[in-house]
């Protein structure tokens, strides 16, 4: 018939033509095309800053080639060190005082508040968030001085005679961390609350187990991992903050991100300063190796 020889159907033995070829090639350039902006973003805002901050690290302040001196004035410096050791003080009592204050904040919120409360809870949980950072350290400047709400409290109530010098003192700067970073906390350790089955609670009690027991040896495992990432979230932000302690702290001690301010503002020595904030990110970079296993993301 004379339609047979419209019929588009391949002879025997002709190989069709491949047409999506090119379909491969296209689906495994699509994963770069779409981390290619954040590639670029981070080498030009941290890799290419982070390399001309190592170089000027490694040069002299008056000029000249390459030496060790900035990083050795750090060891051989008291107040240079100082400033460290005030750091990992202030940033280790800041955690450890934040995830105890969070954890039962979280374990309310995921176990006691009822479900269709508990948005509207951890909005009213993250209002501080919705502050500015300045204005939320000159608000606890407000709170903690000679004059301020506590103190007219403590000596209004007759617990106290004369007022206390709260503000401008390292405790003024944990309070203020604190209330940032209890937050922060409470985020990261409700979710690991809610991703936790109640199945095992009830198979810890089958087996005998009782509130406390399931607790250590059950609960607190489990969400250790939500523990950690917050607390090596607070670790990081609190130990570069300058903000806080420059406000509250009223530079009676000196941290370590006003060490580095100083060496920029007062000295204008900027080869120091990077050598400084160099060994800030080593200390960091210590603290990610410490809390490693717990930080590592699973895939299902």
Same mark, same amino acid.
């Given at each position: =018939?004379?339609?047979?020889?419209?019929? !588009?159907?391949?002879?025997?033995?002709?190989?069709? !033509? /491949?047409?999506?070829?090119?379909?491969?090639?296209?689906?495994?350039?699509?994963?770069?095309?779409?981390?290619?902006?954040?590639?670029?973003?981070?080498?030009?805002?941290?890799?290419?800053?982070?390399?001309?901050?190592?170089?000027?690290?490694?040069?002299?302040?008056?000029?000249?080639?390459?030496?060790?001196? $900035?990083?050795?004035?750090?060891?051989?410096? %008291?107040?240079?060190?100082?400033?460290?050791?005030?750091?990992?003080? +202030?940033?280790?009592?800041? *955690?450890? +005082?934040? +995830?105890?204050?969070?954890?039962?904040?979280?374990?309310?919120?995921?176990?006691?508040?009822?479900?269709?409360?508990?948005?509207?809870?951890?909005?009213?949980?993250?209002?501080?968030?919705?502050?500015?950072?300045?204005? /939320?350290?000159?608000?606890?400047?407000?709170?903690?001085?000679?004059? @301020?709400?506590? $103190?007219?409290?403590?000596?209004?109530?007759?617990?106290?005679?004369? !007022? =206390?010098?709260?503000?401008?003192?390292?405790?003024? *700067?944990?309070?203020?961390?604190?209330?940032?970073?209890?937050?922060?906390?409470?985020?990261?350790?409700?979710?690991?609350?809610?991703?936790?089955?109640?199945?095992?609670?009830?198979?810890?009690?089958?087996?005998?187990? @009782? %509130?406390?027991?399931?607790?250590?040896?059950?609960?607190?495992?489990?969400?250790? %991992?939500?523990?950690?990432?917050?607390?090596?979230?607070?670790? +990081?932000?609190?130990?570069?903050?300058?903000?806080? !302690?420059?406000?509250?702290?009223?530079? $009676?001690?000196?941290?370590? %991100?006003?060490?580095? =301010?100083?060496?920029?503002?007062?000295?204008?020595?900027?080869?120091?300063?990077?050598?400084?904030?160099?060994?800030?990110?080593?200390?960091?970079?210590?603290?990610?190796?410490?809390?490693?296993?717990?930080?590592?993301?699973? /895939?299902?």
């Amino acid at each position: =018939m004379s339609s047979a020889g419209n019929n !588009p159907l391949p002879r025997a033995g002709r190989t069709l !033509p /491949r047409a999506s070829s090119a379909l491969p090639r296209a689906s495994s350039a699509l994963p770069w095309a779409l981390v290619t902006p954040a590639l670029g973003w981070t080498l030009l805002f941290f890799v290419l800053p982070f390399i001309a901050m190592g170089f000027s690290s490694l040069t002299a302040h008056e000029g000249g080639g390459f030496t060790l001196s $900035n990083y050795s004035q750090f060891f051989t410096n %008291p107040s240079y060190w100082q400033a460290m050791v005030n750091s990992l003080e +202030v940033t280790a009592i800041v *955690t450890v +005082v934040s +995830v105890l204050l969070a954890y039962p904040f979280a374990w309310i919120l995921a176990e006691q508040v009822p479900e269709r409360w508990q948005r509207l809870a951890l909005m009213l949980a993250v209002l501080p968030f919705w502050t500015s950072y300045v204005v /939320r350290s000159y608000s606890w400047l407000l709170v903690l001085a000679q004059n @301020g709400v506590v $103190n007219r409290a403590l000596t209004g109530s007759g617990l106290i005679s004369e !007022p =206390m010098h709260l503000a401008n003192t390292r405790f003024a *700067t944990i309070t203020g961390f604190v209330h940032f970073f209890v937050m922060l906390l409470t985020l990261t350790i409700f979710a690991n609350l809610k991703q936790l089955s109640p199945s095992y609670r009830k198979a810890a009690a089958d087996l005998g187990a @009782g %509130p406390v027991r399931t607790f250590l040896h059950v609960v607190l495992p489990l969400t250790l %991992p939500g523990i950690m990432v917050g607390a090596f979230l607070t670790f +990081v932000l609190c130990i570069g903050d300058y903000i806080t !302690p420059q406000i509250l702290g009223g530079n $009676n001690e000196l941290l370590m %991100p006003q060490l580095v =301010m100083m060496q920029i503002g007062r000295r204008g020595d900027f080869p120091l300063a990077s050598a400084l904030s160099i060994i800030l990110m080593a200390v960091v970079t210590i603290a990610y190796l410490a809390c490693a296993r717990w930080l590592k993301i699973e /895939r299902a």
